[in-house]
């Protein structure tokens, strides 16, 4: 089993250009997450979705949107990257409530 | 807001000696859980505690959940360099409604040969 597997592993965009960050689950979970890290800041949750066709805002959602149109993908999109948006991007999902994650490798992301 | 906060920041311990990293939330948790993510690595799930007072073991590692549900702690006991990385606690955020997570910030941990 992969797991949950994100793509691309690294990008660099310039500053104004759009992006959409995959991340596929075999899992058969319900619940996924996009959270990002930055040195000093920890995980901080940007979008999650409890189901297929839901999602729901985090702790720091300004600047994505997210859509989960097939259970096991959720897309996280940049519709216009800013330098403050270079991060490592993190995917993760589990069962449900009260859960372990399981995470993506993560993306490493530019914007310069 | 809801806070989880870790202690130490980092913490550099010679190869064998003992480490312990300290969680400490700002509301009342029904479960807390621990992650690993060693450098240039993602997050790993550790372990789920769930009941207060309750200890777990993993080999070398011990966790703790505190009676009040308020704190925890992960020590590892003579740590080897396969220790080496960063460990995040982390609870339900607002009782764990919507099944999401709220991090600390996590204990870096360098192991010296």
């Known amino acids: 089993n992969a797991g949950v597997t994100q793509t691309p592993k690294f990008r660099v965009l310039k500053t104004g250009q759009s992006m959409t960050l995959l991340c596929a689950q075999d899992m058969n979970h319900e619940y996924m997450y996009w959270y990002r890290q930055d040195p000093g800041m920890g995980l901080r949750l940007i979008h999650y979705?409890?189901?297929?066709?839901?999602?729901a805002k985090g702790e720091v959602p300004d600047g994505y949107n997210v859509s989960r149109l097939k259970k096991q993908n959720f897309l996280l999109g940049l519709e216009s990257a800013a330098p403050s948006q270079t991060s490592v991007y993190f995917c993760?999902?589990?069962?449900?409530?009260?859960?372990?994650?399981?995470f993506g490798s993560g993306t490493r992301l530019t914007v310069v | 807001g809801q806070q989880v906060m870790q202690i130490p920041q980092y913490q550099h311990v010679q190869e064998g000696e003992d480490f312990t990293t300290y969680c400490n939330s700002s509301?009342?948790?029904?479960?807390i859980q621990w992650y690993k993510q060693r450098p240039g690595g993602h997050p790993v799930f550790l372990i789920q505690l769930v009941k207060s007072g309750e200890v777990k073991k993993q080999k070398r590692l011990t966790f703790q959940f505190g009676e009040a549900k308020k704190n925890s702690s992960l020590h590892i006991t003579a740590t080897q360099t396969t220790d080496v990385g960063t460990y995040f606690c982390?609870?339900?955020?607002?009782?764990?409604?919507?099944?999401?997570?709220?991090f600390g910030k996590g204990t870096k941990l360098s192991v010296k040969p």
């Open positions: 509301t009342t948790l029904s479960n």
């Open positions: 982390a609870g339900p955020r607002y009782g764990g409604s919507q099944g999401n997570l709220i």
């Open positions: 993760a999902s589990s069962p449900g409530t009260h859960y372990g994650y399981t």
């Open positions: 979705s409890v189901g297929e066709g839901t999602t």
